[in-house]
T-cell receptor, first 112, second 116 residues
Framework: DAKTTQPNSMESNEEEPVHLPCNHSTISGTDYIHWYRQLPSQGPEYVIHGLTSNVNNRMASLAIAEDRKSSTLILHRATLRDAAVYYC?????????????FGGGTRVLVKP | DAGVTQSPTHLIKTRGQQVTLRCSPK?????VSWYQQALGQGPQFIFQ???????QRGNFPDRFSGHQYPNYSSELNVNALLLGDSALYLCASSWGDRDGMNTEAFFGQGTRLTVV
């Protein structure tokens, strides 16, 4: 399985942007980059995904490097509710199982 | 839309017993995946069901088995429980189309299994 590498933890102040990096140097041309987050005592929650171009939605933005070997999840204005573990995942084609392979994730702490 | 629902929410079993966990996928989803999450770790893929068949399996022993019904709901069965099976068991549903990697998965709240 293609692997991702993320920092163990990051801290941010409330209402400031948060940039979460992810390295995926072994990504293949058909792998999608997905981000999920898991709030305390809850199941993982989808955040955003992309293939090559940068993506924006109501929750966050995803910036993908031109060579696709890294990406950055951007939370534009962190709130206390954004405190969670964020997982960067490469989603492989259906023929390879279409599963989500979670790593350790980045624990985000938001300070008031 | 109720989203993904799992039952029960909590369960305590004795070592050696058998357990069945249940999952109802989000409306319109036909693919169900099961994950095991030990305390402090990321979820680990157990297996995925599509069209009532196991499509792929993670690195879990045969004690872990599953089933998918025609209405797409699913069960996870674990036999001969070990203390190490204590974990949060998560169910995720999604579309099983060929481009499934371009779709999001929806997770349930999980079943917390404690083996004593």
């Amino acid at each position: 399985d293609a692997k991702t590498t993320q920092p163990n933890s990051m801290e941010s102040n409330e209402e400031e942007p948060v940039h979460l990096p992810c390295n995926h140097s072994t990504i293949s041309g058909t792998d999608y980059i997905h981000w999920y987050r898991q709030l305390p005592s809850q199941g993982p929650e989808y955040v955003i995904h992309g293939l090559t171009s940068n993506v924006n939605n109501r929750m966050a933005s995803l910036a993908i490097a031109e060579d696709r070997k890294s990406s950055t999840l951007i939370l534009h204005r962190a709130t206390l509710r954004d405190a969670a573990v964020y997982y960067c995942i490469l989603r492989v084609p259906v023929a390879a199982g279409n599963k989500l392979t979670f790593g350790g994730g980045t624990r985000v702490l938001v300070k008031p | 839309d109720a989203g993904v629902t799992q039952s029960p929410t909590h369960l305590i079993k004795t070592r050696g017993q058998q357990v069945t966990l249940r999952c109802s996928p989000k409306s319109g989803h036909d693919t169900v995946s099961w994950y095991q999450q030990a305390l402090g770790q990321g979820p680990q893929f157990i297996f995925q069901y599509y069209e009532e068949e196991e499509r792929q399996r993670g690195n879990f022993p045969d004690r872990f088995s599953g089933h998918q019904y025609p209405n797409y709901s699913s069960e996870l069965n674990v036999n001969a429980l070990l203390l190490g099976d204590s974990a949060l068991y998560l169910c995720a549903s999604s579309w099983g189309d060929r481009d499934g990697m371009n779709t999001e998965a929806f997770f349930g709240q999980g079943t917390r299994l404690t083996v004593v």
